[in-house]
């Protein structure tokens, strides 16, 4: 008989299996387990949907069966089953799209984390066994087939007998090696251990025969041993149980199970309410960033139980888009089980569910900020671009629940601020909230345009991200007090008024002059003036209104062809020598004066990070001036 190969990466992914270093080598029982779950979850849910008779919740189980002598581990479940097909793509290729990429960029990371990563099921099997046997009937099929492998080495599949629907998995498991020991996996007290820890919530039984003592029934002291069947879950699942009963280390396990985190959650939200709408939710925050989420692969949504029946893996609209990364689930009776995925999208139940968690969510993450700073920024670290994108998005429509829950970094404490931290710390003689942009903290720290406003013992918070300033501008304020940036128009310093009537009188003076450095920078600036903001620094770049500079680079790095361009003004420190001089040229050397202020213009550009148009003459124009001197 051919055997078949395995798909490139699937390969890939076994071999990391095979001679994983993984520790955890004991996953497996838990992800055979919960494939199982989920094959009978699909086949008791049709029977539901379908109305089909003769199938009874009761009937379902899976069971485990020890097999020292052959060194096997069985595990059956009377689920859905697999079709030949099914077993051809479900095993010979890794399911999860987004596992290959992931590889090729990490190629050097450990080995733990793509398990963790992907809960990569199945093949887990093959940490601990040297041939695998799915022996498997499709519902509703009428032939049984038997899909074997030892590995990278490829698998087989074959016609085989089978009576009932459902799935056989035959782990042989291997031998004990000096580092690596196997042999535990066929004692009884060890898989009821695991099964304890990882698989006790799994809403089916879970059956193993299981070796009793006990005493002789009439004779005394004497003591036989006896083979009885064992339910060896509670099978109540962990969100329909008391809080108080649930430790930490239940919540963590479920988590990783569930979600195939390999990290265990920042945060933990389990609530049972009762009242219009009645459910039961668990939600997790993760501790670290899904290596997709922020790409188009990411797929947000909390799994949707009716009456603790799986009907839905990912409800996208339980969750606001800027929540994705919210995992968990909900479970409702007030659902009913045969609701199409459209119906979904109006259902009333569902709309009030989602508000709800909504509140909660948010309600959660302020508390961790008022309470444990330090893990709040270490979520915002990683979720808090998302956040961000939600005030921006759908025309700021939700800015109102997110402004309290985003965080810029400050210039006076050094370290991240909540808008509400910035608010409480405002002098009194301050109006405006004061932000500047840039690459990096490190950058917009050296930024002249800076120089007033810590001067005045003003605090700024610092915008990195490209969205930043979209979502700023989207805020408009927070607490009635205005954003200003610092490269802004006016910087709205009150009691200057005075000083800032002399700038402007002193740049009316030099009308001419600046009508002159405008007209030689042939429309690149739509102004010359003196800066209000500037105190040693000579010249820097004002945002004229609208689109501001940062605004552009970032609008022009997406990929179109109109290219916008943002209103800058040139602003000049009367109080620099710079001024003097070229006051002096643009009275006796108007082509002097002309050169002095492109070499100031491109300077500006280049403290903004702005690229010049032609490095190479300027560059020699700087060179000339030395040579000059
Ligand atoms: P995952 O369960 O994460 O999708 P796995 O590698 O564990 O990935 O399994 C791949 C697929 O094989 C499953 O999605 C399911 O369709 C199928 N499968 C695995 N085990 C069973 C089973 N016991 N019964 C029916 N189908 C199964």
């Keep these: 008989m051919a055997k078949k190969q395995f798909k490139a990466e699937s390969k890939r992914l076994l071999d990391l299996m095979i001679h994983s270093i993984y520790t955890h080598k004991e996953i497996f029982l838990r992800e055979l387990i919960s494939n199982s779950s989920d094959a009978i979850d699909k086949l008791y849910y049709r029977s539901l949907t379908e109305n089909t008779t003769g199938i009874s919740r009761e009937d379902f189980e899976i069971r485990i069966a020890l097999d020292k002598n052959n060194r096997t581990l069985t595990i059956s479940d009377n689920g859905i089953g697999m079709t030949k097909e099914e077993l051809e793509s479900n095993l010979g290729t890794i399911a999860r799209s987004g596992s290959l ?115 002789k029934e009439g004779v005394e002291n004497e003591y036989e041993t006896v083979i009885e ?3 060896l879950n509670s099978m109540i699942p962990i969100w329909r ?34 009242g219009v709408v009645s459910y039961n939710s668990l939600l997790y925050i993760p501790a670290k960033t899904p290596h997709n989420y922020y790409t188009k692969e990411y797929e947000k949504g909390l799994q949707l139980y009716s009456s603790g029946v799986l009907i839905m893996d990912k409800c996208p609209d339980l969750l606001p888009d800027y929540f994705g990364f919210v995992k968990g689930l909900v479970d ?42 330090e893990k709040y920024d270490e979520f915002f670290g990683n979720f808090g671009l998302q956040l961000k994108f939600g005030i921006y998005d759908k025309f700021g429509a939700n800015k109102d629940s997110l402004k309290d829950l985003i965080l810029f970094y400050s210039s006076t404490e050094k370290k991240l601020a909540s808008l509400s931290e910035y608010v409480s710390r405002m002098k009194l003689d301050q109006k405006y909230i004061y932000y500047a942009t840039g690459e990096s903290v490190e950058k917009i720290d050296k930024l002249p345009q800076t120089e007033v406003l810590k001067d005045k013992g003003f605090e700024i918070l610092y915008l990195t991200d490209d969205i930043d300033e979209f979502a700023i501008r989207i805020l408009h304020d927070f607490d009635s007090k205005e954003f200003k940036s610092v490269s802004g128009d006016d910087l709205g310093f009150e009691e200057d008024e005075k000083d800032m009537d002399a700038v402007k009188k002193e740049t009316e003076n030099n009308k001419e002059l600046f009508d002159f450095m405008k007209e030689a920078l042939s429309g690149k600036v739509s102004e010359v003036r003196l800066s209000q903001r500037l105190k040693s620094h000579p010249v820097c770049l004002a945002s004229g209104g609208g689109i501001s500079i940062e605004m552009e680079k970032i609008l022009n790095a997406m990929p179109s062809d109109d290219k916008i361009k943002a209103d800058k003004v ?56 030395i040579a000059a001197n």
């Design 229 to 231: 069947e064992q339910i």
């Design 332 to 373: 409702s009776q007030d659902l009913s089980l045969n609701i199409s995925r459209e119906m979904l999208q109006h259902d009333r139940q569902l709309k009030a569910i989602a508000s709800r968690l909504e509140k909660k969510i948010k309600s959660e993450l302020l508390e961790i900020m008022n309470t444990e700073r």
């Design 570 to 625: 040139l602003e000049i420190n009367a109080s620099h020598p710079v001024l003097g001089a070229i006051k002096s040229a643009f009275a006796s050397d108007k082509e002097k004066a002309k050169q002095y202020t492109e070499l100031l213009y491109n300077q500006a550009l280049l403290i903004e990070g702005l690229s010049i148009e032609d490095p190479v003459a300027f560059s020699n124009a700087i060179c000339n001036l």
């Design 101 to 215: 990429d992931f590889k090729k960029e990490n190629e050097q990371k450990e080995d733990i984390d793509i398990i963790g990563q992907f809960g990569v099921g199945f093949y887990s099997a093959f940490m601990v066994s040297s041939v695998v046997t799915v022996i498997s009937k499709a519902y509703g099929g009428e032939q049984a087939y038997r899909w074997e492998s030892t590995g990278t080495e490829g698998y087989t599949i074959t016609e085989w007998e089978k009576e009932h629907c459902g799935t056989q998995i035959i782990l042989k498991i291997k031998e004990d090696t000096e580092d690596e020991k196997y042999e535990e996996f066929l004692q009884e007290y060890r898989i009821r251990g695991l099964i304890k820890r990882y698989s006790d919530y799994i809403r089916y039984p879970i059956k193993m025969n299981v070796e009793q003592r006990r005493a």
């Design 241 to 274: 149980r008391n809080k108080s009963d649930i430790t930490g280390e239940d919540y963590n396990d479920f988590y990783q199970e569930k979600f195939y985190d390999f990290t265990n959650p920042l945060k933990v939200i389990h609530s049972n309410v009762e």
